[in-house]
């Protein structure tokens, strides 16, 4: 347990060993310096076990934040408001920004290298910066899945949703998504059949607009669902019926 070359191959493969080793190790600088830097994660889990008198050590985290940003949920309190470490901590993983000092969570530079990583990081700001419109706009320019993160007000801003993914608004569930049962035609040379199909949309504009879309990008495929047939084949959407079965829609051509 006191012997460095036994540990040091042990927390290359593990940094979890390091929990094993001497308190004299933990306690060497020198030694988690390296262990950090040769360990696997990026000495993420090394730094869990080194003594807590290197948890202020910026150098060492320094080196550890390089490959792995989750290392800053072990540092101490006063690095965890040095805004080189957060941003050192933020560009490598989204996630580090849950556990930088609440004055950084309001920080704009911060919170944006953040998001650029992944957009889900805007959960972890700040309540001021959730709310701040200009903020906000800029967070979803940069990622398309961060609008369910903003505050409830924004949530429902339609210039904001419209430049969020169908996915992300689902998960807002302030506007609920309705689900439309849609029924299609579909037209072979020798034969005609319809099939339902349950499509979710905000509202009943919102759906045609997917549908269409969807006609124009071949993403709908309810020949699928028919008896297959040789030749060439047309689909249309003739009937759209509310989740309570009232009819809304009604192509009186078909």
Known sequence: RKDREVVMAAVKQDGVALQYADKSLKKDREFVMAAVKEGIFGGRVTL???DKSLR???EIFMAALKTNGRALQYADKSLRKDKEI???AVKKNYYALKHADESLKKDKEVVMAAVKQDGVALQYADKSLKK???FVMAVVKQSDIALPYASELLQKDEELRKM???EALKEIGKIPMISFTVTWRVDFDDASYTTDEVVEAENLDALFDELNEGLEEN????EMNVPAHSGDFNIEYVVITSPTGKE???DDDK
């Open 56 to 58: 202020k050590d910026k």
């Open 86 to 88: 957060v941003l050192a």
């Open 48 to 50: 869990e076990y080194a």
């Open 248 to 250: 809304l829609y009604r």
């Open 164 to 166: 969020t993914t169908k």
């Open 132 to 134: 701040d419109r200009e």
């Open 219 to 222: 993403r709908w495929t309810p």
